[in-house]
């Protein structure tokens, strides 16, 4: 089971976009749902999680307040709004799943599918 992330896209600084992240089936692994991203030349870095049951959301300091993650439960479908968008949000975005809810890492996750990738230009 991979998990499919949609909805990147060419945008310019302080614009919006949402990303999709869908989910097949239900994964053995999925007590949190969680975005990644991947710029240029830099590893993977977490972006935010949501616990796929209680709801509890968890954020990276740099998105604090202008990303904002969430869950649709009967859409099988985790979201990921982005507001005020920087040039240093450029990333291919993923998205994978979790056995903890508050996992931050990457080797914490699985079933990570192709990636969207999101362009900020100034």
């Known amino acids: 089971v991979q998990l499919q992330a949609s909805g990147g896209g060419l945008v310019q600084v302080g614009d919006s976009l949402r990303l999709t992240c869908t989910i097949p089936?239900?994964?053995?692994?999925?007590?949190?749902v969680g975005w990644f991203r991947q710029g240029p030349g830099k590893e993977r870095e977490f972006v935010a999680a949501v616990a796929w049951i209680s709801g509890n959301t968890y954020y990276t300091d740099s998105v604090k307040g202008r990303f904002t993650i969430s869950r649709d439960n009967a859409q099988n479908s985790v979201y990921l709004q982005m507001n005020s968008l920087r040039p240093e949000d450029t990333a291919v975005y993923y998205c994978?799943?979790?056995?903890?809810?508050?996992?931050?890492?990457?080797?914490?996750?699985?079933?990570w599918g192709q990636g969207t990738q999101v362009t900020v230009s100034s």
């Open positions: 089936g239900r994964p053995a692994v999925m007590n949190a």
């Open positions: 994978g799943s979790a056995w903890h809810e508050e996992a931050i890492y990457p080797y914490e996750y699985e079933n």
